[in-house]
């Protein structure tokens, strides 16, 4: 139908742009921006930089005012303080011309204070002064002759009203203008004295009179400023309140998305919106996920759409032109679309066309596969079970509630004698009677009933015998079933035949269990004096255990006198013997006597296991020494007969055991391995654990055993070569003590063996009790 990319996803759905993070936001908002302008699209791009960028182009620009405003009022006030120096300067200079003048056309004579109080007039009246600057003339004392201003008083010292004006007034105009403090008030002054110094000219100036427009500008910039700055931030809650807002909004539209994303994912339903006009598709992320494949926050078309549509089951240009028509408004369409990984998913679309300027046919589609597998496999089961009720022995027939046929079998129509043309589902019960040759096989039965259920016999024209069972169903019908009873009839007859004979059989049964409870008794007299032998057998084997025990241990001392003193012969401890010939006898009389020893040793320990008095004890132990001791003892044995040892012995190997018992374990069998494998062979010993437990196996390839004689070794005695034939020397008690005391540690010893391949021997001892 359509390629597939690596992802599962349609070619022509792989090649789709890759999502915006606006897109990417909710599959909701996704469809917004698909369905918006490409200035929308941008907008939503940089949003968030605009919440970041806004505020701060904000605080750059106030900071950018405030420091041109700062700086502008600063080049002010120097601008004003300046303008008011030379002012204060050039009205000194002025008025003391002036009274040069004045002094000049007189000749030396001084003006008068009416001439001075004149000059200061006029040079008010000229406007060459600001109205708040304070002039007054001295004399040489410093004593104010004239003034004009309110701070002086006429024939009042300059000084008692000006603080800080010595320097100022000692100087004179090189002193140029400075500050001074005219009753408390801060002011700029400057002093001009005449070209023969009698009269002085006293120009002042507060600096609050100076500054007084610019302070009022000061406060309105800052009043502005701040007004300003109120707007903005004003402008910029807004903006933040209003996004905050917006996204806020956003998450709830995307949290309820989600939740109808997450329900119709759970529910199998997808959402479809196809703008008609435009011939695009919006599908919801559930309808991928259906479908399984990538989501796509992008509109598809009807084409890419068709792909996984076969056009036999529906035309989407067909419905989108008679939609476009008007002859439809709504559809209802199962559709098997093609899921990513091959198989069909059949969808049930149902959409309708909504009424708005642009047509759109808006709806969801459901999995129905489910259904639509439950349906086929409902009509393979209806198959299956028509198949079955066909083929089986008995006669079959279902009636509804009204007593009309649902379903039956050919035997039935047959036992029934019905035509096949004229019993057909859905005729009623009543018709089917009048003109069945068997009725008793439509009637109800009137044998024996239970709970609505009845059964009974009915004997048919043909000489058949039938079992008729009728059941009632949940919902009202009959379900009557017919099975052919001949043969049991004939063996009911056959039964009545065999019960009189077994009647004759019952009482010779009787006779013979009365004998038979005769010989119960002298069979159970009997049992009684076997009894009563076993124990007398079992109390004789004890003394002769306890004999041997006793035996062996009287036997022990004069052995070990014998084979000490034969070994100190052997060794000339007390000097040569003489002949070489008693050297023989001396090792002969040595090693028969350690042989004899061993023998004995071994019954006493036998007897000792069988008197029940051969205890172990259990201590914490590591089992690899005692092999490796073993080894050892072993080794020039094994040297003599050019044998191979090897060993895998994990080390260390804990285990609770008794040392004795186990060095005697290990001695006897590998005694026995070498023992019994030929010169040039090998021996193999390994230990590992297995689970709670310790695995020694010792393995040969000796001479072997023969299959039958493995399940005698062990018992005491017991030896696979009988005296007769018998090549090495032995008691074979070594392989009996060591199952018992194997046993005694809770453990178990088996034996694999192959004539003339070899032996394996392997004992397991638990490594706690």
């Known amino acids: 139908m359509v390629e597939l990319d690596a992802q599962g996803a349609p070619c022509d759905m792989a090649t789709k742009p890759a999502a915006t993070p606006a897109q ?38 106030m900071a950018l005012v405030a420091v041109l405003c700062s700086y502008s009022l600063y080049q002010w006030r120097q601008t004003i303080d300046t303008e008011a120096r030379a002012a204060l300067t050039l009205a000194a200079s002025h008025i003391s011309a002036d009274i040069e003048q004045q002094k000049t056309g007189g000749g030396n004579r001084l003006p008068g204070k009416a001439a001075l109080q004149d000059i200061l007039t006029n040079f008010r009246t000229a406007n060459l002064a600001d109205p708040a600057m304070q002039i007054a003339i001295t004399d040489e004392t410093g004593k104010i002759l004239v003034t004009s201003g309110t701070r002086f008083a006429a024939n009042a010292v300059l000084n008692d009203s000006v603080a800080d004006s010595q320097a100022l007034l000692a100087m004179g105009a090189s002193a140029g203008v400075m500050s001074v403090a005219i009753e408390g008030e801060a002011s700029l002054a400057a002093f001009a004295k005449t070209g023969t110094g009698t009269l002085g000219v006293f120009v002042a100036q507060s600096e609050t009179a100076i500054l007084k427009t610019w302070k009022r500008t000061l406060v309105l910039d800052i009043t502005l400023y701040l007004s300003t700055i109120g707007v903005l931030l004003a402008v910029l809650y807004a903006f933040f309140s209003q996004s905050a807002r917006a996204r806020h909004a956003s998450l709830i539209s995307e949290k309820v998305q989600s939740r109808i994303d997450t329900a119709m994912l759970r529910g199998h339903c997808g959402l479809w919106d196809w703008d008609m006009a435009r011939g695009r598709i919006y599908w919801s992320p559930s309808m991928y996920e259906m479908l399984g494949y990538r989501p796509y926050y992008a509109m598809l078309s009807i084409s890419e759409i068709m792909t996984i549509i076969d056009p036999a089951d529906i035309d989407l240009y067909d419905i989108a032109q008679r939609a476009m028509e008007g002859e439809i408004s709504q559809i209802d369409e199962k559709v098997a679309m093609r899921h990513a990984d091959g198989h069909c998913v059949w969808m049930r679309i149902r959409a309708e066309v909504t009424d708005s300027d642009e047509p759109h046919l808006v709806g969801i589609s459901f999995d129905i596969s489910e259904q639509q597998e439950l349906a086929e496999q409902t009509e393979q089961a209806d198959m299956r079970i028509r198949d079955a009720i066909e083929n089986i022995s008995e ?107 077994n009647d004759f059989t019952i009482k010779s049964l009787r006779q013979a269990h009365f004998d038979q409870e005769i010989r119960n008794k002298e069979i159970s007299k009997l049992n009684n004096r076997l009894k009563i032998e076993k124990d007398r057998a079992e109390t004789a084997n004890q003394a002769k255990s306890e004999f041997l025990a006793n ?66 004890e259990r201590k914490a132990m590591d089992i690899e020494p005692v092999i490796s001791e073993a080894l050892r003892t072993v080794a020039l044995q094994a040297e003599e007969k050019n044998i191979k040892l090897e060993t895998d012995i994990a080390s260390p190997m804990p285990a609770e055991a008794d040392n004795r018992a186990i060095r005697q374990i290990c001695l006897n069998l590998l005694a026995n391995a070498v023992k019994f494998t030929r010169a040039g062979g090998r021996v193999f010993v390994r230990t590992h654990n297995v689970g709670d437990a310790v695995l020694v196996t010792i393995a040969d390839n000796g001479i072997g055993i023969p299959k039958e004689a493995i399940a005698k070794l062990g018992n005491p005695f017991e030896q696979v070569e009988n005296q007769f034939t018998k090549t090495h020397t032995g008691s074979g008690l070594g392989l009996a003590i060591s199952r018992s005391l194997i046993e005694a540690h809770g453990g178990t010893l088996r034996i694999f063996s192959r004539e003339n391949r070899g032996t394996t021997v392997c004992f397991r001892i638990p490594q706690r009790p």
Do not use: C
């Open 24 to 61: 990417k936001a909710g599959s909701a908002a996704a469809h917004i921006s698909m369905l918006s302008s490409p200035a929308y699209q941008r907008l939503l791009t940089i949003e968030p930089w605009l919440r970041i960028i806004i505020p701060a182009l904000i605080a750059v620009f």
């Open 395 to 501: 006669s079959f027939v279902l009636w509804d509630a009204d007593g009309r046929l649902v379903m039956s079998n050919s035997k039935f129509r047959e036992y029934a004698g019905l035509d096949d043309l004229q019993f057909h589902p859905g005729i009623h019960r009543d018709t089917v009677v009048e003109t069945a040759i068997e009725p008793a096989l439509i009637n109800a039965a009137t044998g024996k009933k239970r709970r609505g259920n009845s059964s009974s016999e009915r004997k048919l024209s043909n000489g058949k015998w039938l079992k008729i069972s009728e059941r009632q169903t949940k919902d009202g019908g009959l379900v009557l079933i017919g099975t052919d009873i001949s043969q049991l009839k004939q063996h009911q007859q056959k039964l009545e035949d065999s019960e009189r004979k």
């Open 551 to 616: 035996m062996s241990h009287e036997l022990r001392t004069p052995l070990n006198a014998i084979i000490g003193f034969s070994q100190m012969m052997s060794e000339n401890t007390f000097g040569p013997l003489g002949s070489e010939r008693y050297s023989e006898y001396v090792q002969d009389i040595h090693n028969s006597g350690t042989h004899l020893l061993t023998l004995i040793n071994d019954i006493l320990d036998m007897s000792k296991i069988e008197a029940g008095r051969f205890t172990v």
